[in-house]
């Protein structure tokens, strides 16, 4: 089974601080993908990666940054960490679309609350 | 750009009625589709998929086919139990550029409550 697991499913932070969201995965995946997901907006992406140390943003990378420094583990970091990014955070991982094979394998979530 | 659309929840069904949840989506290409489903507490886990025009999905009783002529994925279940209760995502993944990456666009999500 795939799988992909996150560091934790609950985050207390206050604001202003550097946060950092840890997701591994255990299938050789060459995707990786960070979500937020917010009641009535569904998950938008935030960054994604598709090899080791590349990187490209989603459609609302402000505020965050990423690091993949090896193939199975993908950071998402918030650099000075704000109420407005109170959110659940998902990541998922995928083979590389070139294998006609896009399906995305996710985590369990993790829940961040910024105080 | 690329976008999916689904309908609005929540939707609250009897148990052993007949689901429609609609899907439409815009993409430049030739798109997978996909239904995940969101149990209470869990993360996302896919429940079918379709990769070309007219391809049927199916899964657990749930079907949906893949409409290139309306643009639409929509969901079906003949027959709902309680336990389907959860969040239902329609998703595409289209390929772009030179990473060919494939990213998931996914749409708002619908709430399904089944009541006894």
């Known amino acids: 089974d795939v799988k992909v697991t996150q560091s934790s499913r609950y985050l207390v932070k206050r604001t202003g601080e550097k946060v950092f969201l840890e997701c591994v995965q255990d299938?050789?995946?060459?995707?990786m993908f960070w979500y937020r997901q917010d009641p009535g907006l569904g998950l938008r992406l935030i960054y994604f990666?598709?090899?080791?140390?590349?990187?490209e943003k989603g459609d609302i990378p402000e505020g965050y940054s990423v690091s993949r420094e090896k193939k199975e583990r993908f950071s998402l970091i918030l650099e000075s960490a704000s109420t407005n990014q109170t959110s659940m955070y998902l990541c998922?991982?995928?083979?590389?679309?070139?294998?006609?094979?896009?399906?995305?394998?996710f985590g369990q979530g993790t829940r961040l609350t910024v105080v | 750009g690329d976008s999916v659309t689904q309908m609005e929840g929540p939707v609250t069904l009897s148990e052993e009625a007949f689901l429609t949840i609609n899907c439409t989506y815009t993409?430049?290409?030739?798109?997978?589709l996909f239904w995940y489903v969101q149990y209470p507490g869990e993360g996302l886990q896919l429940l079918l998929k379709?990769?070309?025009?007219?391809d049927k999905g199916s899964n657990k009783g749930f079907e949906a086919t893949y409409r290139k002529e309306t643009t639409s994925f929509h969901l079906e279940k003949g027959s709902v139990q309680v336990s389907d209760s959860a969040v239902y995502f329609c998703a595409l993944s289209v390929t772009h550029g030179s990473s060919n990456t494939g990213k998931l666009i996914f749409g708002q999500g619908t709430t399904l409550q089944v009541k006894p």
């Open positions: 998922a991982s995928s083979l590389w679309a070139g294998t006609g094979n896009t399906e995305a394998f």
């Open positions: 990666s598709y090899d080791v140390k590349m990187k």
């Open positions: 299938m050789d995946h060459e995707n």
């Open positions: 379709a990769t070309k025009a007219d």
């Open positions: 993409a430049t290409g030739y798109p997978s």
